[in-house]
């Protein structure tokens, strides 16, 4: 869903700090910087929505605390690829000592991606990465781990049995597919008596509201339901209203947002998932700092996760990297 | 002179649509039952409830839709429309702090206006509808997310407005207030469509532009009308969308405009123009949404549930093709 939510009335601050990036990269005072303090460029899929927001705020925790200069920029909607290529041209013009990526598209990238390395940018892929050999390390959410870790939650909190179904965001995208095989396969391995008798995808909230409801009246002896991301997850949350059958399903869901928020803390939702933004923010810079200062780095870094639920979702650690 | 042929050649359509009315109608019933032996869930009073509550979006789209394509035009920017017009409601409620009725009659108003600014450019600027209600969805998707920070506007200070669609009609059986709607705009649009002088008018720009031209009717003003009209159905829905998640969603909303459109097909009215039903339109956005619920009651996987859809599409199409080569 963030992938989604990305703001569009960026395009104002992206260009005016791209075009205010530009000039110094011409009279090299941008060189001149590079020596007293190393610079770090992040470009990033989106820049307004909280979710990026949170990431900019652990790569500038990580810029104070490894004093290096860091800039953050992305594209105004997710899925302007142009756009985003254009930031990354004028970024690698300014030759920065690392760039931190998040490909809208890793195809178009590519032909930046190879004049990085000509140009000996070393490149550190975060959030879902860069599909290319010439990042370093890739630092991003283990989805894989963190729908386990669903599962894990799921499975105790219906007693190890019993009927659950899958609302997936997504049946196509990396997050959508990791989200579903990690909840998948870990009960597969470790719990013979849930059975998972349905999945469906949609992120919409409505559409996905109309599907839930179908799958709760076709299996009314089902225990649970884990909904992948926001969008899916509302959907879910008002199934269960519009059916008034609160408490007698457990809801597990990803990622925040007030819905979810609100569902956790009335008690129709158990608990969900949430990423990391801050850290990866935060472990990009860290990475980039590291292979600056030549060290070698893992080929990829987990950002975290948590799980939340009622009992923790005014601990400041999980309150910092929820959005409403 | 020019009313009575007017009257004359939409009898005939109307006679010549009922026979796919009763195609439709068949199919409809036919899906029902065997949904109903397939799965004991179907046929469950909550289910049904949910099937209505399913169309109630999209039908309303299609209703306004309906004149749109009867007047052999198109209307591309109905689903993210909606999702603009449920956006305006937060803004008008919560941002602004406008009084409920305020808010939805702002929210449907604006409805009508995106259907204007369409009007126009079709029938002033004289762009193609395709592309001028293209151009409309692109702009009311942009325009949503802008307006609402791209952040789902919650309707803090005014929480009844969650009651227009959930509001339970009949106490204890959660039939809610939603669907009311849905049925008397069916009415309603019915009665428009075959009985005023908007229906009338919608046949005939439909069946012959140039002649309702020649025959002194202001056709541009008259589109400019109906575009408009059909906007506020956009309204209606996005208020009733906005109402059901108890929140503005500025994404999503997208393809809904193509179930609208297929719903209105199925039922029989004709992309071409000139001919066309409510009971039509109905009946396929009861279609739609059986057909989509029974898939997901029976848990057929969802790449699967977009095939058989996909199908009755073409099959309603192909039908309709055979009976106007026949006619």
């Known amino acids: ?324 | 002179m020019s009313t009575t042929t007017v009257q004359r050649r939409s009898l005939v359509t109307n006679l010549r649509g009922s026979l796919q009315q009763v195609l439709a109608a068949a199919s409809l019933i036919l899906i029902f039952i065997f949904f109903s032996i397939a799965s004991p869930y179907f046929l469950l009073p909550a289910n049904l409830i949910g099937i209505l509550t399913a169309a109630t979006v999209t039908g309303i789209l299609a209703l306004g839709t309906t004149f749109v394509i009867i007047t052999g035009g198109i209307d591309l920017s109905i689903g993210t429309g909606m999702v603009l017009c449920a956006v305006m409601a937060g803004v008008f409620l919560t941002y602004w702090g406008w009084p409920l009725w305020a808010g939805v009659i702002g929210a449907i108003l604006f409805g009508g206006l995106i259907g204007f600014v369409n009007g126009v450019a079709i029938s002033v600027f004289g762009l193609p509808p395709f592309i001028a209600t293209l151009g409309m969805m692109l702009v009311t998707a942009g325009l949503a997310l802008v307006i609402s920070g791209t952040k789902p506007i919650y309707f803090k200070s005014t929480p009844d407005f969650q009651n227009i669609m959930n509001l339970s009609l009949i106490p204890g059986a959660r039939f809610p207030l939603g669907v009311g709607i849905f049925i008397v705009l069916m009415v309603v649009s019915a009665l428009i469509l075959g009985r005023t002088i908007v229906g009338r008018y919608a046949f005939s720009i439909g069946s012959n532009e140039a002649a309702t031209a020649l025959s002194g009717v202001n056709v541009r003003r008259w589109k400019i009308f109906i575009y408009s009209f059909a906007g506020l159905f956009v309204g209606i829905a996005g208020v009733l969308a906005a109402s059901r998640l108890s929140s503005a969603q500025p994404t999503g909303g997208q393809g809904l405009e193509l179930q609208a459109i297929a719903a209105v097909v199925i039922g029989g009215t004709s992309l071409q123009g000139g001919r066309g039903s409510i009971v039509g339109t109905v009946i396929g956005s009861l279609i739609v949404a059986v057909l989509t619920n029974g898939l997901r009651v029976t848990a057929v996987p969802q790449e699967w549930q977009s095939v058989v859809v996909g199908c009755v599409i073409l099959v309603a199409v192909y039908l309709d093709m055979l009976r106007r080569k026949g006619a």
């Open chain 1, 1 to 324: 869903m963030k992938k989604r939510l990305i703001g569009a009335a960026i395009v104002i601050t992206v260009v005016a700090a791209s075009l205010a990036g530009c000039a110094p990269a011409g009279s090299g005072s941008g060189d001149g910087a590079s020596a007293a303090k190393p610079y770090i460029a992040l470009i990033s899929k989106g820049f307004k929505h909280q979710f990026w927001q949170a990431v900019k705020q652990g790569a500038e925790q990580a810029a104070a605390e490894f004093n290096v200069t860091v800039t953050f920029e992305g594209a105004e909607e997710e899925g302007n690829v142009d756009q985003q290529i254009q930031l990354l041209q004028t970024t690698l013009d300014k030759h920065p000592d690392a760039l931190g990526f998040a490909a809208i598209d890793s195809q178009a990238a590519g032909p930046l991606m190879d004049q990085a390395k000509q140009d000996g940018i070393p490149v550190i892929a975060f959030d879902s990465g860069v599909d290319s050999d010439v990042p370093v390390t890739t630092a991003s959410t283990d989805n894989l781990a963190a729908a386990a870790e669903a599962a894990k939650h799921m499975a105790d909190l219906i007693g190890h049995e019993g009927k659950i179904a899958l609302v997936i965001h997504d049946q196509t995208s990396i997050t959508g597919v990791q989200r579903r095989d990690g909840f998948v396969d870990y009960m597969k391995k470790n719990e013979p008596n849930i059975t998972i008798v349905d999945i469906q995808y949609s992120g919409d909230p409505l559409v996905a509201t109309d599907l839930a409801k179908a799958i709760i009246t076709a299996n009314p002896d089902l225990k649970g339901l884990y909904g992948s991301n926001e969008g899916a997850a509302i959907g879910i949350v008002h199934a269960v209203q519009e059916l008034g059958i609160t408490g007698k399903l457990t809801v597990v869901g990803f990622d925040s947002g007030k819905d979810q928020i609100d569902a956790i803390n009335s008690g129709l939702m158990a608990g969900a998932i949430t990423q990391n933004p801050v850290g990866i923010g935060y472990e990009t810079v860290k990475a980039a700092v590291a292979i600056i200062n030549g060290k070698t780095v893992a080929k990829t870094i987990d950002t975290g996760f948590f799980w939340y639920d009622k009992t923790n979702i005014t601990d400041p650690k999980i309150a910092a990297v929820l959005y409403q």
